[in-house]
């Protein structure tokens, strides 16, 4: 299948591995970077329709097969990380990071500082509602900027995002290009405080200078397989990995962290099928001991290499 030639780098056979925290995975049939939005939309406009595309971040939140991703896989860049303050509103870039958004905000004495400790792009933080100590993406963005698989420019609500717990209902191949979000005003000061003692907290109890993707497991949503209400307080994923006798698990070179069980970790030398594999056993023997099926937060996509004895599921596949 022929492609337009864009401005941007088009690259064909790109490997993924290097663009991924976890520094696994197959190759994508073609990355494209595009320059700007006009490169982005006559990009799409004149691409085959049948042919799949990818939206791919920073690679926080991602673990790509081993066997590759047959996808256009479209990664926004320099040109999509603008971050501007107008009045009690902070308009970001998809690709502008959190951690910056966060920043600036504070410097202008507007509190977004829940994004300080999300690792990530904002285009990615708006796609999976993220949050952190208490505060989502869906407290704070009143509107996404977006082009359509078809390269349209559609512009989005926040009562039509469809944010939900991880989730917002932005089709899978459609590519945020900015997001504007609302923020109570703070003394910059204590914005600045207030995030450092984030960052400590998060210090403490995460594995930060390992390779991760943050947290592996939604927390449950407080049900049982059967659908029946749990009354539990302790509806953490780490809590019910860790009763189930799995904190520190390993199969080849993944392992779910001795410092906070719900992060999966590359030791190094994993492979994409050491990583999901440890995943799926430890959400069978979590199963087994609670009732409780983990949902995964971190997206899988591609396909498994034939040996690894993985199925590439529908709803994280492209």
């Known amino acids: 299948m022929s492609l337009p030639t864009p401005r941007g780098p088009l690259t064909a056979n790109r490997p993924l591995a290097d663009l991924t925290w976890l520094r696994v995975g197959g190759p994508a049939d073609w990355l494209f970077q595009p320059a700007d ?18 939206p791919m971040g ?48 504070a410097e202008a004495g507007l509190d977004l500082t829940f994004l300080r400790t999300i690792p990530g792009s904002i285009g990615g933080a708006v796609r999976m509602n993220a949050g952190c100590y208490g505060a989502y993406v869906a407290d704070h963005c009143v509107e996404v900027a977006a082009v359509n698989r078809a390269g349209e420019r559609v512009r989005l609500t926040q009562g039509e995002l469809g944010f939900a717990y991880r989730h917002s209902a932005l089709p899978a191949d459609w590519i945020v290009t900015s997001a504007t979000f609302t923020a109570a005003r703070a003394e910059p ?20 200078k390992e390779r991760s993707a943050g947290s592996t497991f939604r927390n449950p949503a407080g049900y049982s397989s059967t659908g029946k209400a749990d009354d539990s307080q302790e509806l953490k994923a780490w809590a019910l990995i860790d009763r189930a006798g ?12 001795e410092k906070h069980p719900n992060f999966l970790i590359n030791t190094g030398g994993a492979s994409a099928a050491d990583l999901e594999g440890l995943g799926e056993e430890v959400r069978k023997r979590v199963f087994q001991h609670t009732g409780l099926l983990l949902e995964w937060e971190i997206m899988r996509v591609g396909e498994a290499a034939p040996s690894s004895g993985l199925t590439s599921e529908n709803n994280s596949t492209v």
């Open 58 to 105: 920073v690679g926080s939140n991602l673990i790509v097969r081993d066997g590759g991703l047959h996808a256009v896989v479209i990664r926004l860049g320099r040109g999509f990380n603008s971050i501007a303050i107008e009045g009690d509103r902070v308009i970001a870039g998809a690709a502008a990071l959190d951690a910056q958004v966060a920043r600036r905000a």
């Open 246 to 257: 799995l904190r520190g698990a390993r199969r080849g070179g993944a392992q779910m962290s």
């Open 189 to 208: 000061a204590a914005l600045e405080a207030k995030m450092a003692e984030q960052l400590a907290r998060r210090d403490a109890s995460q594995p930060v």
């Open 37 to 54: 939005l006009d490169d982005l939309t006559g990009f799409l406009q004149a691409l085959d329709p049948a042919q799949p595309v990818f």
